[in-house]
C-alpha cells in the first residue's frame, strides 16, 4: 500500500513563509491527479492545491492563489507546498493526498484513495 508521509509544518507568524514537503513509500505516486488539502479545527477537509496527473496542470483554492506554490520533483518523488505571505486563516492540519482522477482534477477530499498523516501548521497573528 503507498504511504504518504508528510512534514515540513510548525508555528510561523502571520507573513512567513513554510514548505511542506510529501513523500511515498513506492517508487512513483502512481497515477491519478495528487496534492494538498486542509483542515482547521471545527471545519471540514478543503482543498488546497492539486496538479493532474495526465497534463501536469495546477489548481488552487482561490484563497491561496498567489500566496502558494506546488511543485513535485519527481526523481525523489516528492510533493512540495511552499507557503508564503501565511495568514492565520492559514492555520489547519495539512494533509498530502494522491490517487485522484487520472483525467483532470477534483477539489472533493473523498476522490482521492491515498492520505498522509497530516502536519499542522499554525500562522500567529
Known amino acids: 500500500q503507498v504511504q504518504l508521509v508528510e512534514s515540513g509544518g510548525g508555528l510561523v507568524q502571520a507573513g512567513g513563509s513554510l514548505r511542506l514537503s510529501c513523500t511515498t513509500s513506492t517508487r512513483t505516486f502512481s497515477t491519478g491527479a495528487r496534492g494538498w488539502f486542509r483542515q482547521a479545527p471545527g471545519k471540514e477537509r478543503e482543498f488546497v492545491a492539486v496538479?493532474?496527473?495526465?497534463?501536469?496542470?495546477?489548481y488552487y483554492a482561490d484563497s491561496v492563489k498567489g500566496r502558494f506554490t506546488l511543485s513535485r520533483d519527481n526523481a525523489k518523488n516528492t510533493l512540495y507546498l511552499q507557503m508564503n505571505s501565511l495568514k492565520p486563516e492559514d492555520t489547519a492540519v495539512y494533509y498530502c493526498?494522491?490517487?485522484?482522477?487520472?483525467?483532470?482534477?477534483?477539489?472533493?477530499?473523498?476522490?482521492?484513495?491515498?492520505w498522509g498523516q497530516g502536519t499542522q501548521v499554525t500562522v500567529s497573528s
Open positions: 496538479v493532474s496527473w495526465s497534463d501536469g496542470t495546477l
Open positions: 493526498a494522491a490517487g485522484g482522477p487520472t483525467y483532470g482534477i477534483t477539489t472533493t477530499p473523498n476522490l482521492y484513495a491515498r
